[in-house]
């Protein structure tokens, strides 16, 4: 079978901007939720490793959203997901990361790698023309990527669209002039927009004042056009070995431990796991499982609970002295620790496997992207947290920067339990996970 027989088309837009804070998730949002209030299936993919804003897209469309990094999760496997999205959607939307050329690889390189046209949002509030040339140069910066046009945000009178639509050159549309509505913006705290979960109701009422909004907002044969169909090709993936088969695995899931790539559950059941999750807000005992994933989340929102709830704290600490598997990452680690004091600089206590105090700080953070150098292998992985670790024991590693030479996050092991401010990709090394969460199990056969 030849490659052009396999291809699948599906009509695509990716959406990117000249910066963060553009307005790209909520007019990601509005779109999708616009496309299937027409009865479409949208498909929606965030690029990088964001654990938040797929939550929202997801709401809106009614359909799972994937992160997309070709350095975390390796070209075939993005070029994959794209195909399967092709298979059954009837339009996919892309949403950037940072600016359209920021980081390595960036939203353009994704783009221009499957060779989907971009539709730059910028916020056009306080100018005009300069808008036109900015987003002109954009188009221009690069002969690899390919620009359906602009979408101007917080732009609310016609004169003010006139002018910037008669300064952009003919190649370069306007695709559509979105007024200021705060009705329409996205809740947000420290580390981004707030959880899905916790808002559906009002996120409900903003995504359908968001769908009217883009048709307000839309130019002729602009932004509610269904873009141009894009060939998508299956890629050739190495087959599953069943590395966790028969191993039981209990997972924290809640409001304050939620950042969990669905990427990562599917690997593990691919890989034989049986999954069980479990609240330590609200449950008094883990499930009969042999090996436990933290992750990460927000559980300085939620110290004081997870302090109070003795019969997890106490189940959780037996289960750590069987030097059963442990994996907590980031939030999973502050939960870790002895202590954590939280943003009104309450202290509270924690689960003590790990000596050392967690504490938050405000607005500063550490965020980028790294591998995790783990005894069991490479594994991708990023960091983004608000918060430090002080009294911590020695870690066995640190992780490797993407693109520096210092040392990354450490790293720690107390007898079954690897802890560290990394959040790690699993399928960016299946056979590392699957040792990682196996721990004192009978070795694998290929490790």
């Not at 999708?32 to 709401?59: C, E, M, N, W």
């Not at 040339?133 to 990527?145: T, W």
């Not at 087959?239 to 899931?253: C, D, N, T, Y």
Request: with cysteine; hydrophobic share 40%; charged share 20%.
């Amino acid at each position: 079978m030849t490659q052009t027989q396999q291809a699948v088309s599906c009509p695509t837009l990716f959406l990117t901007a000249p910066a963060s804070g553009q307005g790209k998730t909520t007019i990601t949002a509005a779109l999708a939720r616009y496309h299937r209030s027409q009865g479409r299936v949208v498909r929606v993919f965030k690029t990088g490793p964001d654990y938040l804003d797929p939550q929202i897209l997801a709401q809106a469309s009614g359909q799972p959203v994937e992160q997309l990094d070709m350095w975390m999760a390796g070209d075939a496997y993005c070029q994959q997901k794209f195909y399967e999205a092709a298979q059954e959607a009837d339009l996919i939307l892309v949403e950037g990361a940072m600016g359209m050329f920021d980081g390595d690889p960036s939203s353009a390189d994704l783009a221009a790698r499957f060779n989907i046209p971009l539709a730059i949002v910028m916020n056009v509030k306080g100018m005009a023309q300069t808008a036109a040339a900015v987003a002109s140069g954009l188009a221009n910066f690069r002969d690899d990527v390919r620009c359906a046009g602009l979408i101007a945000n917080n732009c609310s009178t016609e004169r003010h669209a006139q002018l910037i639509r008669d300064a952009l050159p003919d190649n370069l549309p306007l695709l559509a002039c979105l007024r200021t509505d705060e009705t329409v913006s996205l809740p947000e705290r420290h580390l981004g927009l707030v959880q899905a979960d916790e808002v559906r109701d009002e996120l409900e009422q903003r995504f359908e004042l968001g769908a009217q909004w883009v048709i307000d907002g839309n130019e002729p044969d602009g932004l509610l056009t269904l873009p141009e169909p894009v060939e998508f090709y299956p890629a050739e993936l190495p087959p599953l070995q069943p590395l966790l088969e028969g191993v039981r695995i209990g997972i924290a899931r809640d409001s304050a431990f939620s950042f969990i790539y669905d990427a990562n559950l599917r690997l593990l059941t691919q890989l034989g796991a049986e999954l069980s999750f479990f609240s330590p807000l609200q449950d008094t005992v883990l499930p009969d499982v042999d090996a436990l994933w933290l992750p990460g989340g927000y559980p300085e929102l939620h110290a004081a609970r997870l302090a109070e709830n003795q019969s997890m704290v106490s189940a959780i600490r037996e289960f750590h002295q069987q030097q059963k598997p442990i994996l907590a990452e980031c939030g999973g680690l502050l939960y870790s620790l002895q202590t954590l004091t939280d943003l009104d600089q309450q202290q509270y206590p924690m689960l003590g496997l790990l000596d050392g105090h967690g504490a938050m700080r405000g607005k500063r953070g550490c965020q980028g992207m790294q591998s995790a150098m783990l005894p069991e292998g490479e594994v991708r992985a990023h960091a983004h947290h608000r918060s430090r670790s002080e009294g911590t024991p020695e870690p066995i590693g640190y992780g490797r920067r993407q693109r520096h030479p210092a040392p990354g996050e450490s790293i720690y092991r107390e007898q079954g339990l690897t802890a560290s401010y990394l959040h790690l990709f699993f399928p960016s090394n299946p056979a590392a996970v699957a040792r990682l969460f196996r721990g004192a199990f009978e070795p694998l056969a290929q490790a």
